[in-house]
C-alpha cells in the first residue's frame, strides 16, 4: 500500500495524484476556463431562477421599455442592468435564456455528430475492405465542403421537407441535425485511428477465438477505448457547435428571430447597431465570445493532459 510517513493515503491525496486531475491544478488558465465555462453555463441552465425576467412571458415585456440603455448610461432604468433589445426585453435575462439554447443546440449536435461518427469510425476500422473505403471516402468528400455552407444545405432540405406551419416549431430540430451531420466525419477518422490500434491488441484476437460476435466485440471492448481522443474532439467540437448555431441563426438559416439565442440576439442587434443601440450586439456577442473561448481552452487542456508523449 502507498505511503506517506508510514500512514496510507488519503482519498483526497489519491485523487489528486491522478495524472488528469494534477495536471488540471497545475495549469491555472483551464482552472480559470472550466470556473468561467462552469459559471456560465450552470447561469444558462438555472435561467428561470437568475433572470430577473422570461423573455417568452408577453406580460413581462413591454414595448413601451424597448431600446433602452444599460442601466449606467442615461436614459436607462435600473431594473434593466443590460438595457432593452427592440422588443423590450431584458437583455440580462434575454442573454441568459439565449445561452442555454444555444448550449442545448450545441450539446445536441456534438451527441448526434458523436455517436454517429464513432460507430461509423469504429466499424470501418474494425471491418475494413470495401465498408472502410466507402464509409471513409464519405467522410473525405465532406471533408472538402466547408462545414457552414453543408449545415446551411442541410438546414434549408429539411425546412423545405415540413409544412410551413410547423417550419419554425422544429427549427431547432433541424439545426441540431444540420450541425450534426457536418460534424461526424472528424469524430469517425479519430475513432477509426483507434480501433485500427485496438483491433491488432490480443484481447481482441482473444475475443475472437472464442467467438464472440463482432458487434458485441466493437461495442463493449474497442469503442470504450477510443473514447479519449473522441472527448477530446468532442470538447472542442461543442464550442464549434455553439459557433455554427450562432452563425446559422445570424444568417436567418438557424433559430427564428423570435426564439432568442446568441445568434438570433447578435442578428438582431446587428440592424440596429449603426443607430446607436451598440447594447443588445455587444453583450450577446461578448457572452458568445467568452463562453466558447473558455470552452476551447479547455478542449486544449484536455487534449495535452490526454497525450501520453507529454507526461
Known amino acids: 500500500m502507498d505511503k506517506i510517513d508510514d500512514k496510507p493515503l488519503t482519498r483526497w491525496q489519491r ?47 413591454s414595448l413601451w421599455d424597448g431600446k433602452l440603455p444599460p442601466s449606467w448610461v442615461e436614459g436607462g432604468q435600473s431594473k434593466y442592468l443590460l438595457g432593452t433589445d427592440n422588443q423590450g426585453r431584458d437583455m440580462f435575462s434575454t442573454i441568459l435564456y439565449g445561452g442555454r439554447l444555444s448550449i442545448l443546440v450545441g450539446l445536441a449536435a456534438v451527441c448526434l455528430g458523436m455517436v454517429l461518427g464513432v460507430t461509423l469510425g469504429v466499424i470501418a476500422g474494425y471491418v475494413g475492405g470495401v465498408t472502410d473505403a466507402v464509409i471513409m471516402r464519405l467522410a473525405d468528400v465532406q471533408l472538402t465542403i466547408p462545414g457552414i455552407l453543408l449545415a446551411i444545405l442541410i438546414n434549408g432540405v429539411g425546412r423545405a421537407a415540413l409544412p410551413y406551419e410547423l417550419r419554425d416549431e422544429f427549427a431547432i430540430y433541424v439545426v441540431i441535425l444540420a450541425i450534426g451531420l457536418t460534424d461526424w466525419p472528424q469524430f469517425a477518422r479519430v475513432a477509426r485511428g483507434a480501433t485500427l490500434v485496438e483491433t491488432n491488441k490480443e484481447y481482441v484476437q482473444a ?105
Open 15 to 61: 485523487f489528486k495524484d491522478n495524472d488528469i486531475v494534477w495536471s488540471f491544478l497545475s495549469s491555472p488558465g483551464a482552472m480559470i476556463a472550466a470556473v468561467v465555462a462552469s459559471v456560465m453555463i450552470l447561469a444558462c441552465i438555472f435561467a428561470p431562477v437568475i433572470a430577473p425576467f422570461d423573455p417568452f412571458d408577453p406580460a413581462q415585456i
Open 207 to 311: 475475443a475472437r477465438i472464442i467467438g464472440l460476435p463482432s458487434l458485441l466485440i466493437m461495442s463493449r471492448h474497442i469503442m470504450p477505448n477510443t473514447l479519449r481522443p473522441i472527448l477530446v474532439i468532442a470538447t472542442i467540437g461543442l464550442a464549434l457547435a455553439i459557433i455554427s448555431e450562432a452563425t446559422l441563426s445570424f444568417l436567418g438559416q438557424g433559430i427564428p428571430p423570435t426564439t432568442p439565442s446568441l445568434g438570433t440576439l447578435i442578428r438582431v442587434g446587428n440592424d440596429y447597431l449603426f443607430s446607436g443601440l451598440w447594447w443588445i450586439t455587444l453583450f450577446p456577442a461578448v457572452a458568445l465570445i467568452v463562453l466558447v473561448f473558455s470552452v476551447n481552452l479547455l478542449g486544449d487542456w484536455l487534449r495535452d493532459a490526454l497525450n501520453p508523449k507529454l507526461r
